[in-house]
């Protein structure tokens, strides 16, 4: 199991190069938590051939020439596949180091690039990825509560990648929805689709952040102006029918429909509803969650972004897939994931439970797995999440948490920072999360209960996943489903004093790449990057743009586009260079190891010759993986160079500036 193609890249050298050791897969990281392991393993292990191409002849045995690398035509198809996948883990595994917004960018983006879910090439999926990014990080500091949604999402993929691979019955309610047999196809299947489900489920965000921000500044204003007042006003979005058409017709009718007919299959039949009822009354609700016609339901106190999340996917992928004629033509997975999301904020835990006068959460067994996972990953998701909201700034919460399995249960562990001990004791979050017990707000008290167990159990029916666990809230529950640990917190890594809330990692590799190759236009930039190179070597330029901000800081200097009393810089030093070249060399080296590079010059071709790069990339030996010192300084160039093109592009970002650390006012 793991990397087939690269395995078998390593026989075939030996019979074309007489290359004895070559293509190394590098080991597995192992992360201190096991969620992280097991999203990783089961990337590596169970997610094997991943897009491979088995039915082409030369693909299959790895004769062709069809992959790209450094440059299109050197590697076999399969390969690169490969190639793929180990980023991609590689990506995860940075993530799960940094928790940061600009590593979880990584999984976005490798996740688009290996299955292109809107279509090929970064134009298809940058605003997605960006959108919300900058949308939290500009304009959710003016709300009263707001947290991080971007690298949240990251991290509820990663926990449904452990709970499908661990969890029996999780692994079999969606085994069985799409006709799988456990194995590679089954995992790949649910990569893809879960991926779609839990990576874009908050794209729509930035609509409820413009509706939350009027009410928090008039509610800050005017103490009488709150929810429970009814006096706040509010922002209702107009000119939706339009928004919501499509080749297909209205979405509030699509999605209406398959709601219904989704729920329909396990769901109302225990609630004892007539599926023309709930569809009815839901094409209603749906058409008024953007625009509240209906101001006396006090709906309009809050918008629904799950709504506008399952909006924008449906339309982002019909606008890639006008092959697609009819609702019956979209793939059963696909709009299984669009009815996921749009269900799983409030829409199915108030609006729809309460149509149906019923408190009933949704069962593993209802046939809605990836519902069920995301409102269940979604719920578990509360760690490491950047606080934006001017309340929510002083808020306690967990900084990391692990799941560990034990038969059919699990048992969720979240940890909080010793360091601020007293506060952590005294903190609601904290205190929700305890299993002695709470007190509702009709005054009747739980023993031997957690508050937070018990609201996930309210909405996703925890005992289908968790068999210990007591369901009757009038019983202590014995499952020991959660707990809650004190720990000294470590510092993350990857974080530094250059910041900006407009750096595009995207333009930075894209120029960077550009200038290195000598394209002189956009088109021409966009064309190199997209079509000549592999993923691999596209996050090789991303890790470049985002080390800037250390090689920087190595040399006292840093950019933002804040102003601030620092000297601007011009231009660097020789001194800084060298400095720059050599931190520049030992982070490619460290890169190129991680992705199973070696010393090798078998490639290097006579005085006055050319490289043989297609056996460079089909070995994965370079002449280059020496220490610093070493290099010839033709080389040396080629690591100080990016910088000098760093410092250009900096100048033709708007309002971005690099100083150096001391203040202008020592006269340096």
Same mark, same amino acid.
């Given at each position: 199991?793991?990397?087939? %193609?690269?395995?078998?890249?390593?026989?075939?050298?030996?019979?074309?190069? !007489?290359?004895?050791?070559?293509?190394?897969?590098?080991?597995? %990281?192992? =992360?201190?938590?096991?969620?992280?392991?097991?999203?990783?393993?089961?990337?590596?292990?169970?997610?094997?051939?991943?897009?491979?191409?088995?039915?082409?002849?030369?693909?299959?045995?790895?004769?062709?020439?069809?992959?790209?690398?450094?440059?299109?035509?050197?590697?076999?198809?399969?390969?690169? /596949?490969?190639?793929?996948?180990?980023?991609?883990?590689?990506?995860?595994?940075?993530?799960?180091?940094?928790?940061?917004?600009?590593?979880?960018?990584?999984?976005? *983006?490798?996740?688009?690039?290996?299955?292109?879910?809107?279509?090929?090439? #970064?134009?298809?999926?940058?605003?997605?990825?960006?959108?919300?990014?900058? $949308?939290?990080?500009?304009?959710?500091?003016?709300?009263?509560?707001?947290?991080?949604? *971007?690298? $949240?999402?990251?991290?509820?993929?990663?926990?449904?990648?452990?709970?499908?691979?661990?969890?029996?019955?999780?692994?079999?309610?969606?085994?069985?929805?799409?006709?799988?047999?456990?194995?590679?196809?089954?995992?790949?299947?649910?990569?893809?689709?879960?991926?779609?489900?839990?990576?874009?489920?908050?794209?729509?965000?930035?609509?409820?952040?413009?509706?939350?921000?009027?009410?928090?500044?008039?509610?800050?204003?005017?103490?009488?102006?709150?929810?429970?007042?009814?006096? %706040?006003?509010?922002?209702?979005?107009?000119?939706?029918?339009?928004?919501?058409?499509?080749?297909?017709?209205?979405?509030?009718?699509?999605?209406?429909?398959?709601?219904?007919? @989704?729920?329909?299959?396990?769901?109302?039949?225990? +609630?004892? /509803?007539?599926?023309?009822?709930?569809?009815?009354?839901?094409?209603?609700?749906?058409?008024?969650?953007?625009?509240?016609?209906? =101001?006396?339901?006090?709906?309009?106190?809050?918008?629904?972004?799950?709504?506008?999340? !399952?909006?924008?996917?449906?339309?982002?992928?019909?606008?890639?897939?006008?092959?697609? %004629?009819?609702?019956?033509?979209? =793939?059963?997975?696909?709009?299984?994931?669009?009815?996921?999301?749009?269900?799983?904020?409030?829409?199915?835990?108030?609006?729809?439970?309460?149509?149906?006068? +019923?408190?009933?959460?949704?069962?593993?067994?209802?046939?809605?797995?990836?519902?069920?996972?995301?409102?269940?990953?979604?719920?578990?998701?509360?760690?490491?999440?950047?606080?934006?909201?001017?309340?929510?700034?002083?808020?306690?919460?967990?900084?990391?948490?692990?799941?560990?399995?034990?038969?059919?249960?699990?048992?969720? +562990?979240?940890? *909080?920072?010793?360091?601020?001990?007293?506060?952590?004791?005294?903190?609601?979050?904290?205190?929700?999360?305890?299993?002695?017990?709470?007190?509702?707000?009709?005054?009747?008290?739980?023993?031997?209960?957690?508050?937070?167990?018990?609201?996930?159990?309210?909405?996703?029916?925890?005992?289908?996943?968790?068999?210990?666990?007591?369901?009757?809230?009038?019983?202590?529950?014995?499952?020991?489903?959660?707990?809650?640990?004190?720990?000294?917190?470590?510092?993350?890594?990857?974080?530094?004093?250059?910041?900006?809330?407009?750096?595009?990692? #995207?333009?930075?590799?894209?120029?960077?790449?550009?200038?290195?190759? !000598?394209?002189?236009?956009?088109?021409?930039?966009?064309?190199?990057?997209?079509?000549?190179?592999?993923?691999?070597?596209?996050?090789?330029?991303?890790?470049?743009?985002?080390?800037?901000?250390? @090689?920087?800081?190595?040399?006292?200097?840093?950019?933002?586009?804040?102003?601030?009393?620092?000297?601007?810089?011009?231009?660097?030093?020789?001194?800084?260079?060298?400095?720059?070249?050599?931190?520049?060399?030992?982070?490619?080296?460290?890169?190129?190891?991680?992705?199973?590079?070696?010393?090798?010059?078998?490639?290097?071709?006579?005085?006055?010759? @050319?490289?043989?790069?297609?056996?460079?990339?089909?070995? /994965?030996?370079?002449?280059?993986?020496?220490?610093?010192?070493?290099? =010839?300084?033709?080389?040396?160039?080629?690591?100080?160079?990016?910088?000098?093109?760093?410092?250009?592009?900096?100048?033709?970002?708007?309002?971005?500036?690099?100083?150096?650390?001391?203040?202008?006012?020592?006269?340096?």
């Amino acid at each position: 199991m793991g990397y087939n %193609a690269l395995a078998g890249m390593q026989e075939k050298n030996r019979s074309d190069y !007489g290359v004895e050791h070559s293509v190394r897969v590098p080991e597995m %990281a192992r =992360p201190p938590r096991s969620f992280g392991y097991d999203a990783l393993a089961f990337l590596r292990d169970e997610c094997v051939d991943l897009k491979f191409d088995t039915a082409d002849e030369q693909r299959a045995s790895l004769s062709d020439s069809d992959g790209r690398s450094a440059e299109p035509g050197q590697i076999p198809y399969n390969m690169e /596949r490969d190639l793929d996948r180990l980023s991609f883990e590689l990506a995860i595994e940075r993530f799960l180091t940094s928790g940061s917004r600009e590593d979880a960018f990584d999984i976005y *983006y490798c996740y688009c690039e290996i299955f292109k879910p809107f279509g090929a090439g #970064y134009d298809t999926t940058g605003l997605l990825l960006e959108m919300l990014s900058e $949308h939290e990080t500009n304009a959710s500091s003016l709300l009263m509560k707001h947290r991080d949604h *971007y690298s $949240h999402s990251a991290y509820v993929f990663l926990v449904g990648l452990s709970l499908y691979r661990n969890h029996e019955g999780i692994r079999k309610a969606y085994n069985s929805k799409y006709g799988l047999q456990d194995g590679p196809g089954a995992a790949c299947h649910f990569l893809e689709h879960w991926g779609m489900t839990s990576l874009f489920h908050d794209i729509g965000y930035p609509f409820e952040i413009a509706h939350q921000q009027m009410k928090a500044y008039v509610c800050k204003l005017f103490e009488n102006a709150n929810d429970e007042s009814g006096f %706040a006003p509010y922002v209702s979005y107009r000119n939706m029918e339009e928004f919501t058409l499509t080749h297909l017709g209205d979405l509030n009718d699509l999605y209406a429909q398959a709601i219904t007919e @989704r729920l329909a299959e396990h769901y109302l039949i225990r +609630t004892g /509803r007539e599926p023309y009822y709930l569809q009815h009354k839901l094409r209603g609700v749906l058409v008024d969650r953007a625009v509240h016609e209906n =101001p006396a339901e006090m709906n309009y106190l809050f918008m629904d972004h799950a709504y506008f999340s !399952g909006l924008i996917l449906a339309k982002a992928f019909l606008d890639r897939h006008p092959e697609v %004629a009819s609702p019956s033509q979209l =793939p059963e997975p696909v709009l299984d994931s669009f009815c996921a999301i749009i269900l799983h904020n409030s829409l199915f835990k108030f609006t729809i439970r309460s149509l149906l006068h +019923t408190r009933e959460p949704l069962h593993l067994d209802d046939g809605q797995p990836l519902a069920y996972l995301l409102m269940l990953c979604d719920e578990l998701q509360c760690w490491d999440r950047a606080s934006y909201g001017h309340d929510s700034r002083g808020g306690i919460y967990p900084f990391d948490f692990d799941v560990r399995f034990d038969g059919g249960n699990m048992h969720w +562990t979240y940890y *909080y920072d010793s360091a601020y001990e007293q506060e952590v004791l005294c903190a609601k979050a904290y205190r929700d999360m305890v299993p002695d017990g709470y007190v509702k707000k009709s005054g009747a008290v739980r023993q031997g209960r957690s508050k937070f167990v018990d609201d996930i159990d309210e909405i996703v029916s925890l005992a289908d996943v968790l068999p210990e666990f007591e369901s009757d809230v009038s019983k202590p529950d014995c499952s020991g489903a959660i707990e809650v640990v004190l720990e000294e917190k470590q510092k993350k890594t990857g974080l530094y004093l250059s910041d900006s809330n407009y750096l595009n990692l #995207y333009d930075f590799a894209l120029a960077l790449n550009g200038r290195y190759c !000598g394209a002189q236009t956009e088109d021409e930039m966009k064309r190199a990057f997209e079509e000549g190179l592999s993923l691999e070597y596209k996050l090789s330029n991303v890790a470049e743009a985002k080390g800037f901000a250390s @090689r920087l800081e190595s040399i006292g200097c840093f950019y933002t586009d804040r102003p601030v009393e620092y000297e601007a810089l011009t231009e660097f030093s020789d001194e800084e260079l060298s400095a720059i070249a050599e931190a520049e060399h030992v982070r490619w080296c460290e890169e190129k190891d991680s992705m199973g590079w070696d010393f090798g010059v078998g490639h290097v071709g006579k005085k006055g010759e @050319r490289n043989n790069n297609v056996m460079r990339e089909r070995t /994965r030996l370079h002449h280059d993986l020496i220490p610093f010192d070493e290099l =010839p300084e033709s080389e040396v160039l080629k690591d100080s160079e990016p910088m000098r093109k760093m410092l250009e592009l900096i100048r033709e970002f708007e309002g971005l500036t690099i100083y150096r650390m001391y203040p202008v006012a020592e006269g340096r």
